[in-house]
Every structure is written in C-alpha cells, then in structure tokens.
C-alpha cells in the first residue's frame, strides 16, 4: 500500500505562472474491507511563482492575453525550476494536478495543456482541479504541513480574492456548499480599482494596505451595501463608486503632503470598511453554520483565504470575530494566500485519493462554481454559471 505520494501542482489561471512539488505522507485504514489513505503531513519540497506584475501595471488590471502569452513562454520554465529545486526528476512524481478551470481561458488552455503533455510523455496520472478548491482547501495544506492535526471536514471558510468571494462549506475534497458571496465585484477587483484612482499602481491590495498603515480611519463616509441585510451576500461596487466620487472631488491638491495624507486615509478606509463588511457577514455565516453542525462538530472552525487573506488588518478582524463567536481561526501563511501551485498539488492529491481522477474535469472551463447546486449569485450565460 503507498504511504507517500510526491505531486506537481501547476497553477496558471490568471496572472501568475505557478508550480509546486508537495510530498504527502499517508495513513491508511480499513472500513467494511475497504482500504482508504488519508494524508498525515505534507512538505512542500518547492513553490515557484513567475509573476506577470510588470506586464499589466501599466493597464491598472490584468489584460488576458498579454497572460497568455507569458503563461506559454514560462510553463516549462516554471516546472524544470521547481522540479530542480525539490531535487527530483520528473519520473518521480507519482501525480500532476493542473488548475482546470474557473480563469483566464487563455492561461487555462497553457497550463492544462502543458500538463497533458506531461502526464502522456511520463506515464503519470493527471487530475484537474477548481482554482476555488485549491484556495478552500488550502487551510488543510497549511496544518498538514505544520505538523498540526488534520483540519477536519466540515468547516466554514471566506474564499476572497481578486476574482472570487464567497463563504464556503467546505464537507470533503470535493463538496461545497456555498451560503452566500458578492453579487457584483470582488474585494480584490475594488482594491485594485482603488489603487488604479490613486494612482498607485497593481497589484492593489498590498499597496492599500501598506498606505492604510500610515492612514487614520472615519474621515470618510464610505458606504456598506446590503450590511444590514441578513444575508450573506455582499455588494462591493457602490463601495468602489463611493470611493470614486471622493477621489474626484478632491482631485487638486495643495500639496504632495496632503496628498499622501488624503491616499493614507482614504487606504484606511475603504479597508476598514471591507473589513466591517467581512466581519458583519461572517458573524451570519457562523450562526448558520453553527446551527447546522454543532451537534456534529468537537470544535467550530472558520478559515479565511485567497489572495485578499494576505492582508494583516482584515486577517486580525476576522480572526476576533471568530473568538466571539467561539470558533476556532485558521488562516494560510501568505505564500499560499496568493495563487500557488502547491495548493493545486494538494488539493489534487486530496480529491484523487477521494475518487481518483474523472476525466471531464480537465475540461477547460472559464467558469466553474464550486456548489453547482445553488442558484448562482451573478447570473450565467453560455460559459455557465459564473459564481
């Protein structure tokens, strides 16, 4: 019986050329005379990221196919370094795992094609995987590889991003159910907007934040859509438009340094107010949660990740409202916030040893929600629904 898997993670569905070699150890157990592994621990032998933020600064956004092309010129690059780096040959690996969908067609087509290619010319098995699982189980890689306790299905996480956010059940490796999300855009979308009016720069996020620092809160009234709504669901476009009219009223400044004091203060609240919401929210989520598990469950969890996790002052929010309302936090390390290939290798890993690989999920898909069961909360069209 295996008790080790070695996997390559291949991520490349939007503005970063990512792969990653994650070693998992395995436990196996026997239930009704059937065998089944579980993973004990997990190491990241290796985790390399080409990023695309030089190519799309100027634009204040990702242009999809100036990341497509890049995609192409450094999927090979990208997973000799990483191969290299974890010192193992390619016929070493027993499993590649490749973000199939949802994403950038473009980059989507490059790296899932890459991987087919991989996985003909090794003899090895490959399995596709949803961005969005990769992000929701990402926690789990994150204890696995500190040594903790494995963090038990199910447990109720906040998927922010630049693309995606929702709150997520997270059951097993491969079911989600979804109880609510932004009906227009994303928190990490707004950031970058905000960052593009104040001129900035891309990405948005750590820029804001880094003026948040310097900034002091509540001097302007910014907008909280739909907080009072008892609901899960959030709105960040009005919030973004509110910021817009303040920027233009105050487009003349007498000086550099009131400026910098207006982009300080003006970082610090637009995060706050992303906070607030996040917290308001949250506290819905885990009394719907808690109502449906607590029966079930020896400790309530509450997980936040995707690219917005990375910030420290919505990390720190999130965390206290979770203390009060007695759930336990957990939170990647930033290098797994972002896009990564590890958290593909393992999520991989995690839904192949669950039911092996299914064919269809290495279907292209620009479009892929992860509770294909709820009505989306966007709407759809032809490519599907989008959240």
């Known amino acids: 019986m295996q008790k080790a898997m070695t996997i390559l993670g291949i991520e490349s569905s939007c503005d970063d050329t990512a792969a990653s070699v994650v070693h998992l150890s395995l436990e ?6 059937k065998i089944s592994s579980r993973i004990s621990s997990a190491k990241i032998l290796s985790s390399e990221i080409f990023s695309q933020n030089s190519l799309h600064e100027n634009y204040g956004g990702v ?7 890049a995609h192409a010129e450094n999927l090979d690059i990208c997973v000799s370094l990483s191969l290299k780096n974890a010192e193992l040959n390619a016929s070493e690996i027993d499993l590649i795992s490749v973000t199939s969908g949802p994403g950038l067609i473009g980059g989507l087509i490059s790296g899932t094609m890459f991987a087919k290619g991989l996985s003909k010319s090794l003899g090895k098995p490959i399995i596709g995987v949803n961005h969005l699982a990769g992000h929701a189980l990402s926690p789990r890689l994150s204890e696995f590889s500190l040594g903790n ?32 999300g932004t009906i227009d855009d994303s928190p990490g979308e707004a950031f970058d907007k905000l960052a593009k009016l104040l001129g900035l720069g891309y990405p948005g ?19 909280k859509p739909l907080f009072k709504a008892l609901t899960c669901n959030m709105s960040f476009s009005g919030l973004k438009a509110a910021a817009a009219r303040e920027i233009e009223k105050n487009f003349q400044y007498s000086s550099e340094e009131k400026k910098a004091v207006f982009i300080n203060d003006m970082s610090a609240d637009f995060q706050k107010t992303i906070s607030d919401i996040f917290a308001e929210k949250s506290k819905i989520a885990m009394t719907s949660f808690r ?10 969890k509450f997980c936040v990740c995707g690219g917005v996790a990375a910030n420290q002052s919505i990390r720190q929010c999130l965390e206290n409202t979770s203390k009060k309302l007695g759930f336990e936090f957990f939170a990647p390390p930033i290098e797994l916030c972002t896009d990564n290939g590890a958290m593909i290798a393992s999520a991989g890993a995690e839904i192949f040893l669950e039911r092996g690989c299914i064919e269809r999920e290495l279907e292209i898909r620009s479009r892929w929600p992860l509770d294909t069961e709820s009505a ?7 490519r599907g629904a989008k959240s």
């Open 205 to 223: 996020g750590p820029l804001i934040e880094n003026c948040a620092k310097k900034g002091k809160i509540n001097r302007f009234n910014l907008p």
């Open 291 to 300: 109502e449906k598990y607590y029966k079930n469950l020896t400790g309530l």
């Open 149 to 180: 306790p494995a963090l038990e299905f199910p447990y109720l996480v906040l998927l922010a991003s630049g693309g995606h956010c929702q709150f997520l059940e997270v059951m097993s490796p491969s079911k989600f159910r979804r109880l609510g």
């Open 63 to 69: 242009v999809p196919e100036i990341a497509a092309r």
């Open 376 to 382: 989306p909360l966007i709407g759809s069209g032809k």
């Open 28 to 33: 196996t157990k026997t239930k009704d005379w």
